[in-house]
Protein backbone atom coordinates (compact mmCIF):
# COMPACT_ATOMS: atom_id res chain seq x y z
CA UNK A 1 0.00 0.00 0.00
CA UNK A 2 2.98 2.55 0.96
CA UNK A 3 4.56 1.90 -2.43
CA UNK A 4 1.03 2.53 -3.89
CA UNK A 5 0.65 5.71 -2.26
CA UNK A 6 4.31 6.82 -3.37
CA UNK A 7 3.84 6.20 -6.81
CA UNK A 8 0.63 8.33 -6.97
CA UNK A 9 2.86 10.82 -5.08
CA UNK A 10 4.96 10.38 -7.78
CA UNK A 11 2.03 11.39 -10.40
CA UNK A 12 0.77 14.16 -8.77
CA UNK A 13 4.63 15.39 -8.43
CA UNK A 14 5.16 15.67 -12.16
CA UNK A 15 1.92 16.46 -13.48
CA UNK A 16 2.39 19.20 -10.75
CA UNK A 17 5.50 20.32 -12.77
CA UNK A 18 3.62 20.01 -15.90
CA UNK A 19 5.24 17.04 -17.33
CA UNK A 20 3.73 15.71 -20.29
CA UNK A 21 1.17 13.40 -20.27
CA UNK A 22 3.19 10.31 -22.12
CA UNK A 23 5.98 11.03 -19.84
CA UNK A 24 3.88 10.47 -16.99
CA UNK A 25 2.11 7.52 -17.91
CA UNK A 26 5.89 5.56 -18.95
CA UNK A 27 7.29 6.61 -15.59
CA UNK A 28 4.19 4.54 -14.14
CA UNK A 29 4.13 2.02 -16.61
CA UNK A 30 8.02 1.27 -16.28
CA UNK A 31 7.52 1.69 -12.29
CA UNK A 32 4.88 -0.43 -11.82
CA UNK A 33 6.38 -3.24 -14.05
CA UNK A 34 9.59 -3.13 -11.82
CA UNK A 35 7.73 -3.37 -8.74
CA UNK A 36 4.66 -5.55 -9.75
CA UNK A 37 5.70 -7.12 -12.87
CA UNK A 38 8.76 -8.89 -15.14
CA UNK A 39 11.02 -6.25 -13.85
CA UNK A 40 13.34 -7.00 -16.50
CA UNK A 41 13.83 -3.44 -19.00
CA UNK A 42 13.63 -5.72 -22.17
CA UNK A 43 9.60 -7.32 -21.04
CA UNK A 44 8.98 -3.83 -20.56
CA UNK A 45 9.65 -2.93 -24.17
CA UNK A 46 8.10 -6.38 -25.71
CA UNK A 47 5.20 -5.77 -22.85
CA UNK A 48 4.47 -1.99 -24.69
CA UNK A 49 5.28 -3.64 -28.43
CA UNK A 50 2.48 -6.01 -27.81
CA UNK A 51 0.10 -3.72 -27.21
CA UNK A 52 0.99 -1.86 -30.52
CA UNK A 53 0.78 -4.38 -32.71
CA UNK A 54 -2.51 -4.92 -34.25
CA UNK A 55 -3.45 -4.05 -37.15
CA UNK A 56 -6.40 -2.31 -36.68
CA UNK A 57 -4.28 0.57 -34.93
CA UNK A 58 -3.30 1.60 -38.60
CA UNK A 59 -7.11 2.96 -39.14
CA UNK A 60 -6.42 5.81 -36.23
CA UNK A 61 -3.68 7.92 -38.26
CA UNK A 62 -5.93 7.62 -41.47
CA UNK A 63 -8.73 8.31 -40.31
CA UNK A 64 -7.09 11.43 -38.43
CA UNK A 65 -4.90 12.88 -41.54
CA UNK A 66 -8.58 12.82 -43.56
CA UNK A 67 -10.17 14.74 -40.53
CA UNK A 68 -7.15 17.08 -40.72
CA UNK A 69 -7.54 17.23 -45.27
CA UNK A 70 -11.34 18.54 -44.69
CA UNK A 71 -10.94 20.74 -42.11
CA UNK A 72 -7.97 22.69 -43.87
CA UNK A 73 -9.89 22.14 -47.43
CA UNK A 74 -13.38 23.09 -48.81
CA UNK A 75 -15.62 20.22 -47.38
CA UNK A 76 -17.15 21.95 -44.75
CA UNK A 77 -18.19 25.30 -46.40
CA UNK A 78 -19.78 23.09 -49.69
CA UNK A 79 -21.44 20.98 -46.77
CA UNK A 80 -22.90 23.92 -44.95
CA UNK A 81 -23.84 25.66 -48.39
CA UNK A 82 -26.15 22.46 -49.23
CA UNK A 83 -27.57 22.52 -46.08
CA UNK A 84 -28.25 26.26 -45.59
CA UNK A 85 -30.05 25.91 -49.25
CA UNK A 86 -32.52 22.94 -47.74
CA UNK A 87 -33.40 24.72 -44.33
CA UNK A 88 -34.23 28.61 -45.95
CA UNK A 89 -37.47 28.05 -45.40
CA UNK A 90 -37.39 27.21 -41.86
CA UNK A 91 -37.69 29.64 -38.65
CA UNK A 92 -33.99 28.76 -37.66
CA UNK A 93 -33.00 27.22 -40.37
CA UNK A 94 -29.43 28.24 -40.05
CA UNK A 95 -29.02 26.54 -36.72
CA UNK A 96 -30.88 23.67 -37.94
CA UNK A 97 -28.05 24.05 -40.64
CA UNK A 98 -25.19 24.18 -38.49
CA UNK A 99 -26.15 20.99 -36.55
CA UNK A 100 -26.68 19.11 -39.75
CA UNK A 101 -23.53 20.24 -40.64
CA UNK A 102 -21.50 18.76 -37.54
CA UNK A 103 -23.30 15.97 -37.77
CA UNK A 104 -22.11 15.05 -41.75
CA UNK A 105 -18.69 16.43 -40.98
CA UNK A 106 -18.76 13.86 -37.82
CA UNK A 107 -19.55 11.26 -40.13
CA UNK A 108 -16.59 12.19 -42.09
CA UNK A 109 -13.64 12.76 -39.41
CA UNK A 110 -14.18 11.30 -36.19
CA UNK A 111 -13.37 14.03 -33.87
CA UNK A 112 -14.80 16.41 -32.31
CA UNK A 113 -12.41 19.21 -32.32
CA UNK A 114 -12.11 18.55 -36.25
CA UNK A 115 -15.67 19.11 -36.33
CA UNK A 116 -15.90 22.04 -33.97
CA UNK A 117 -13.51 23.85 -35.66
CA UNK A 118 -14.39 22.79 -39.10
CA UNK A 119 -17.98 23.74 -39.25
CA UNK A 120 -17.89 26.42 -35.80
CA UNK A 121 -15.47 28.36 -38.14
CA UNK A 122 -18.15 28.81 -41.03
CA UNK A 123 -21.40 28.50 -38.96
CA UNK A 124 -20.91 31.18 -36.05
CA UNK A 125 -20.14 34.03 -38.41
CA UNK A 126 -23.25 33.40 -40.32
CA UNK A 127 -25.55 32.58 -37.38
CA UNK A 128 -24.02 35.49 -35.57
CA UNK A 129 -24.62 37.93 -38.22
CA UNK A 130 -28.29 36.83 -39.18
CA UNK A 131 -29.37 37.91 -35.69
CA UNK A 132 -28.96 34.59 -33.89
CA UNK A 133 -28.42 34.73 -30.00
CA UNK A 134 -24.79 34.43 -29.16
CA UNK A 135 -25.54 31.95 -26.44
CA UNK A 136 -27.48 29.86 -28.95
CA UNK A 137 -24.73 29.88 -31.31
CA UNK A 138 -21.84 29.48 -28.82
CA UNK A 139 -23.43 26.40 -27.48
CA UNK A 140 -24.95 24.75 -31.07
CA UNK A 141 -21.56 24.64 -32.52
CA UNK A 142 -19.83 23.56 -29.49
CA UNK A 143 -22.50 20.78 -28.66
CA UNK A 144 -22.23 19.93 -32.07
CA UNK A 145 -18.57 19.34 -32.18
CA UNK A 146 -19.49 16.61 -29.69
CA UNK A 147 -20.95 14.54 -32.11
CA UNK A 148 -17.87 13.52 -33.79
CA UNK A 149 -16.79 11.38 -30.96
CA UNK A 150 -20.55 9.40 -30.83
CA UNK A 151 -20.90 9.58 -34.85
CA UNK A 152 -19.05 6.60 -36.51
CA UNK A 153 -15.84 6.62 -37.86
CA UNK A 154 -15.26 7.70 -33.57
CA UNK A 155 -12.05 7.49 -32.30
CA UNK A 156 -12.55 7.23 -28.73
CA UNK A 157 -14.79 4.27 -30.34
CA UNK A 158 -12.19 2.46 -31.99
CA UNK A 159 -9.81 3.16 -28.63
CA UNK A 160 -12.61 1.34 -26.96
CA UNK A 161 -13.02 -1.56 -29.28
CA UNK A 162 -9.17 -2.17 -29.04
CA UNK A 163 -8.47 -1.55 -25.37
CA UNK A 164 -11.49 -4.14 -24.35
CA UNK A 165 -11.18 -6.44 -27.49
CA UNK A 166 -14.96 -5.66 -28.80
CA UNK A 167 -16.13 -5.33 -32.47
CA UNK A 168 -15.30 -1.82 -33.74
CA UNK A 169 -17.80 -2.16 -36.62
CA UNK A 170 -20.69 -3.39 -34.07
CA UNK A 171 -19.43 -0.02 -31.61
CA UNK A 172 -19.86 2.10 -34.79
CA UNK A 173 -23.32 0.60 -35.83
CA UNK A 174 -24.33 1.26 -31.93
CA UNK A 175 -23.62 4.64 -32.77
CA UNK A 176 -25.52 5.39 -34.98
CA UNK A 177 -29.19 5.50 -32.77
CA UNK A 178 -27.81 7.75 -30.39
CA UNK A 179 -25.86 9.98 -32.88
CA UNK A 180 -29.40 10.62 -34.28
CA UNK A 181 -30.89 11.04 -30.96
CA UNK A 182 -28.44 13.50 -30.26
CA UNK A 183 -28.59 15.71 -33.49
CA UNK A 184 -32.60 15.51 -33.57
CA UNK A 185 -32.76 16.78 -30.38
CA UNK A 186 -30.44 19.51 -30.88
CA UNK A 187 -32.29 20.40 -34.15
CA UNK A 188 -35.42 20.08 -32.19
CA UNK A 189 -34.44 22.60 -29.34
CA UNK A 190 -32.82 24.80 -32.14
CA UNK A 191 -36.21 25.26 -33.87
CA UNK A 192 -38.11 25.96 -30.94
CA UNK A 193 -35.99 28.35 -28.84
CA UNK A 194 -35.56 30.26 -32.38
CA UNK A 195 -39.38 29.97 -33.56
CA UNK A 196 -39.21 33.78 -34.09
CA UNK A 197 -36.58 34.14 -36.32
CA UNK A 198 -38.05 34.75 -39.90
CA UNK A 199 -38.03 32.22 -42.30
CA UNK A 200 -36.37 32.31 -46.02
CA UNK A 201 -37.66 31.72 -49.70
CA UNK A 202 -36.71 28.39 -50.90
CA UNK A 203 -34.26 29.56 -53.92
CA UNK A 204 -33.99 25.92 -55.95
CA UNK A 205 -31.04 27.49 -57.76
CA UNK A 206 -28.99 28.33 -54.59
CA UNK A 207 -29.74 24.26 -54.13
CA UNK A 208 -28.63 23.62 -57.68
CA UNK A 209 -26.05 25.51 -57.43
CA UNK A 210 -24.95 24.39 -53.79
CA UNK A 211 -25.37 20.19 -55.41
CA UNK A 212 -23.36 20.78 -58.29
CA UNK A 213 -20.25 22.05 -56.21
CA UNK A 214 -20.74 20.25 -53.49
CA UNK A 215 -21.70 16.94 -54.81
CA UNK A 216 -18.47 15.21 -54.28
CA UNK A 217 -18.25 16.33 -50.66
CA UNK A 218 -21.46 15.36 -49.83
CA UNK A 219 -20.91 11.41 -51.08
CA UNK A 220 -18.22 11.18 -48.76
CA UNK A 221 -19.97 9.77 -45.43
CA UNK A 222 -21.36 7.20 -47.72
CA UNK A 223 -17.77 6.44 -49.00
CA UNK A 224 -16.37 6.36 -45.50
CA UNK A 225 -18.85 4.11 -44.21
CA UNK A 226 -20.68 2.32 -47.07
CA UNK A 227 -18.47 -0.34 -47.43
CA UNK A 228 -17.55 -1.25 -44.29
CA UNK A 229 -21.23 -1.32 -43.49
CA UNK A 230 -21.62 -3.53 -46.45
CA UNK A 231 -19.25 -6.49 -45.41
CA UNK A 232 -17.38 -5.25 -48.29
CA UNK A 233 -13.89 -3.34 -46.99
CA UNK A 234 -12.18 -3.79 -43.18
CA UNK A 235 -12.38 -1.24 -41.09
CA UNK A 236 -8.58 -0.24 -41.82
CA UNK A 237 -9.20 -0.70 -45.76
CA UNK A 238 -12.37 1.94 -45.48
CA UNK A 239 -10.16 3.99 -43.36
CA UNK A 240 -8.01 4.07 -46.05
CA UNK A 241 -10.33 4.56 -49.00
CA UNK A 242 -11.76 7.54 -46.54
CA UNK A 243 -8.29 9.19 -46.98
CA UNK A 244 -7.59 9.02 -50.54
CA UNK A 245 -11.13 9.93 -51.40
CA UNK A 246 -10.74 13.04 -49.36
CA UNK A 247 -7.49 14.06 -50.62
CA UNK A 248 -8.83 13.29 -54.15
CA UNK A 249 -11.33 15.48 -53.86
CA UNK A 250 -9.65 18.63 -51.81
CA UNK A 251 -6.42 18.49 -54.54
CA UNK A 252 -8.21 17.70 -57.51
CA UNK A 253 -11.75 18.26 -57.66
CA UNK A 254 -11.92 21.10 -55.42
CA UNK A 255 -8.18 22.60 -55.25
CA UNK A 256 -8.10 23.73 -51.61
CA UNK A 257 -5.62 21.95 -50.58
CA UNK A 258 -2.12 22.99 -51.25
CA UNK A 259 1.59 21.66 -50.58
CA UNK A 260 1.74 24.21 -47.50
CA UNK A 261 -1.46 22.91 -46.56
CA UNK A 262 -1.02 18.95 -46.68
CA UNK A 263 2.74 19.41 -43.76
CA UNK A 264 0.47 20.95 -41.82
CA UNK A 265 -1.88 18.59 -41.68
CA UNK A 266 0.87 15.93 -41.81
CA UNK A 267 2.29 17.45 -38.81
CA UNK A 268 -0.60 17.75 -36.69
CA UNK A 269 -1.40 14.21 -37.75
CA UNK A 270 1.94 12.96 -36.24
CA UNK A 271 1.23 15.33 -33.53
CA UNK A 272 -1.97 13.48 -31.91
CA UNK A 273 -0.66 9.89 -32.95
CA UNK A 274 2.53 10.19 -31.06
CA UNK A 275 0.56 11.57 -28.32
CA UNK A 276 -1.65 8.44 -28.43
CA UNK A 277 -0.10 5.79 -29.35
CA UNK A 278 2.61 5.87 -26.10
CA UNK A 279 -0.86 6.24 -24.22
CA UNK A 280 -2.53 3.21 -25.76
CA UNK A 281 0.46 1.36 -24.99
CA UNK A 282 0.91 2.00 -21.35
CA UNK A 283 -2.65 1.35 -20.60
CA UNK A 284 -2.81 -1.62 -22.32
CA UNK A 285 0.32 -2.59 -20.50
CA UNK A 286 -1.16 -1.41 -17.30
CA UNK A 287 -4.67 -2.82 -17.73
CA UNK A 288 -2.85 -6.17 -18.08
CA UNK A 289 -0.65 -5.95 -14.87
CA UNK A 290 -3.72 -4.94 -12.95
CA UNK A 291 -5.53 -8.29 -14.31
CA UNK A 292 -2.64 -9.82 -13.25
CA UNK A 293 -1.93 -8.94 -9.78
CA UNK A 294 -6.09 -8.93 -8.87
CA UNK A 295 -6.94 -5.93 -8.78
CA UNK A 296 -9.66 -6.58 -11.64
CA UNK A 297 -10.88 -8.76 -8.72
CA UNK A 298 -10.95 -6.30 -5.73
CA UNK A 299 -12.49 -3.29 -8.15
CA UNK A 300 -15.39 -5.96 -9.21
CA UNK A 301 -15.69 -7.01 -5.54
CA UNK A 302 -15.99 -3.02 -4.61
CA UNK A 303 -18.36 -2.20 -7.08
CA UNK A 304 -20.83 -5.37 -6.61
CA UNK A 305 -20.90 -3.87 -3.29
CA UNK A 306 -22.09 -0.79 -3.79
CA UNK A 307 -24.74 -2.31 -6.93
CA UNK A 308 -25.88 -5.28 -5.23
CA UNK A 309 -25.45 -6.42 -8.11
CA UNK A 310 -28.23 -5.27 -10.09
CA UNK A 311 -27.12 -4.15 -13.36
CA UNK A 312 -29.13 -0.77 -13.27
CA UNK A 313 -28.11 0.66 -9.82
CA UNK A 314 -23.82 -0.64 -11.65
CA UNK A 315 -24.95 1.80 -14.76
CA UNK A 316 -26.38 4.67 -12.20
CA UNK A 317 -23.00 4.04 -10.08
CA UNK A 318 -20.57 4.29 -13.34
CA UNK A 319 -22.29 6.69 -15.04
CA UNK A 320 -21.57 8.94 -12.12
CA UNK A 321 -18.17 8.57 -12.10
CA UNK A 322 -17.99 9.16 -15.54
CA UNK A 323 -19.87 12.53 -15.69
CA UNK A 324 -17.12 13.54 -13.09
CA UNK A 325 -13.92 12.08 -14.69
CA UNK A 326 -15.45 13.77 -17.76
CA UNK A 327 -14.79 16.84 -16.30
CA UNK A 328 -10.65 16.53 -15.40
CA UNK A 329 -9.75 14.19 -18.40
CA UNK A 330 -10.22 13.87 -21.87
CA UNK A 331 -11.97 11.40 -23.50
CA UNK A 332 -9.45 9.45 -25.04
CA UNK A 333 -7.47 9.33 -22.04
CA UNK A 334 -10.23 7.92 -19.87
CA UNK A 335 -11.07 4.95 -22.44
CA UNK A 336 -7.59 4.15 -22.21
CA UNK A 337 -6.97 4.33 -18.64
CA UNK A 338 -11.01 3.06 -17.25
CA UNK A 339 -12.51 1.21 -20.50
CA UNK A 340 -10.12 -2.04 -19.70
CA UNK A 341 -11.19 -1.85 -16.09
CA UNK A 342 -14.87 -0.93 -16.34
CA UNK A 343 -16.13 -3.23 -19.37
CA UNK A 344 -15.55 -6.43 -18.20
CA UNK A 345 -17.37 -5.18 -15.05
CA UNK A 346 -20.25 -4.06 -16.99
CA UNK A 347 -20.29 -7.71 -18.47
CA UNK A 348 -20.58 -9.11 -15.31
CA UNK A 349 -23.58 -7.25 -14.01
CA UNK A 350 -24.90 -8.36 -17.58
CA UNK A 351 -24.52 -5.44 -19.27
CA UNK A 352 -23.53 -6.02 -23.14
CA UNK A 353 -20.37 -4.43 -24.08
CA UNK A 354 -20.82 -2.96 -26.95
CA UNK A 355 -24.00 -1.14 -25.32
CA UNK A 356 -21.54 -0.18 -22.23
CA UNK A 357 -19.24 1.30 -24.91
CA UNK A 358 -21.41 3.76 -26.09
CA UNK A 359 -22.56 4.69 -22.58
CA UNK A 360 -18.79 5.75 -21.52
CA UNK A 361 -19.18 7.51 -24.78
CA UNK A 362 -21.68 9.42 -24.00
CA UNK A 363 -20.93 10.28 -21.09
CA UNK A 364 -17.22 11.53 -21.62
CA UNK A 365 -19.46 13.34 -24.98
CA UNK A 366 -20.59 15.87 -22.31
CA UNK A 367 -17.07 15.93 -20.82
CA UNK A 368 -16.27 18.06 -23.70
CA UNK A 369 -18.59 21.01 -22.52
CA UNK A 370 -17.72 21.02 -18.54
CA UNK A 371 -15.28 22.85 -17.27
CA UNK A 372 -12.55 23.40 -16.10
CA UNK A 373 -11.29 20.83 -18.61
CA UNK A 374 -14.09 20.28 -21.57
CA UNK A 375 -11.79 20.25 -24.76
CA UNK A 376 -14.34 22.22 -26.78
CA UNK A 377 -14.50 25.10 -24.15
CA UNK A 378 -11.19 25.69 -24.69
CA UNK A 379 -10.94 25.35 -28.19
CA UNK A 380 -13.60 27.64 -28.55
CA UNK A 381 -12.35 29.95 -26.35
CA UNK A 382 -8.94 30.34 -28.32
CA UNK A 383 -10.42 29.86 -31.67
CA UNK A 384 -13.40 32.22 -31.20
CA UNK A 385 -12.13 34.62 -29.15
CA UNK A 386 -15.04 34.24 -26.53
CA UNK A 387 -14.79 34.89 -22.39
CA UNK A 388 -14.91 31.62 -20.93
CA UNK A 389 -17.79 31.96 -18.39
CA UNK A 390 -19.62 32.68 -21.76
CA UNK A 391 -18.87 29.71 -23.21
CA UNK A 392 -19.86 27.52 -19.96
CA UNK A 393 -23.24 29.49 -19.82
CA UNK A 394 -24.37 28.65 -23.61
CA UNK A 395 -23.40 25.05 -22.86
CA UNK A 396 -25.91 24.57 -20.49
CA UNK A 397 -29.07 23.83 -22.27
CA UNK A 398 -27.27 21.47 -24.08
CA UNK A 399 -25.81 19.22 -21.55
CA UNK A 400 -29.44 19.31 -20.23
CA UNK A 401 -30.37 17.78 -23.80
CA UNK A 402 -27.46 15.09 -23.59
CA UNK A 403 -28.06 13.97 -20.00
CA UNK A 404 -31.84 13.35 -20.80
CA UNK A 405 -30.43 11.62 -24.76
CA UNK A 406 -28.45 9.60 -22.19
CA UNK A 407 -30.72 8.53 -19.73
CA UNK A 408 -32.95 7.58 -22.24
CA UNK A 409 -30.30 5.42 -23.65
CA UNK A 410 -29.95 3.76 -20.77
CA UNK A 411 -34.00 3.20 -20.25
CA UNK A 412 -34.24 1.89 -24.00
CA UNK A 413 -30.95 0.02 -25.04
CA UNK A 414 -32.13 -0.53 -28.09
CA UNK A 415 -31.44 2.91 -29.70
CA UNK A 416 -27.83 1.90 -29.73
CA UNK A 417 -28.55 -1.98 -30.43
CA UNK A 418 -31.36 -1.69 -33.39
CA UNK A 419 -28.94 -1.07 -35.84
CA UNK A 420 -27.35 -4.66 -35.49
CA UNK A 421 -24.37 -5.26 -33.66
Known sequence: MS?????CFLVLVLLLLRQPVVAVALVVAGVGQMLWGRGQPEDIAEDLWLALDKEVLIAIPLYVLCGQLISRGATARLLVDILQALTRRLSGGLGVACTLACAFDAAISG???VTLLAVGSVMLPSLLQSGYDRRYA???????????IIIPPSIPLIIYGIV???SIVSLFKAGLGPGLLLTFSFVVYGLWVNRHMPAQDFDPRELATALRRGVWAALMPVVVLGGMYGGWLSLTESAALALAYAAAIEVLVHKSMDRAALRLAILETARIIGMLF????VATSLSRLATEHGLMSLLAVTISGWSDGHPLVFLLVVNLALLLVGCVMTADLAILLLAPLLAPLAVAHGVDKVLFGIMMVLNLEIGYLTPPIGLNLMVAASAFRQPFRELCLATLPFIAIMLGCLALVMWQPW???????
Request: charged share 5%; aromatic share 4%.
Open 415 to 421: IALGFGT
Open 164 to 166: TET
Open 3 to 7: IALGL
Open 138 to 148: LGAVMSGGTLG
Open 111 to 113: SSV
Open 278 to 281: PLLA
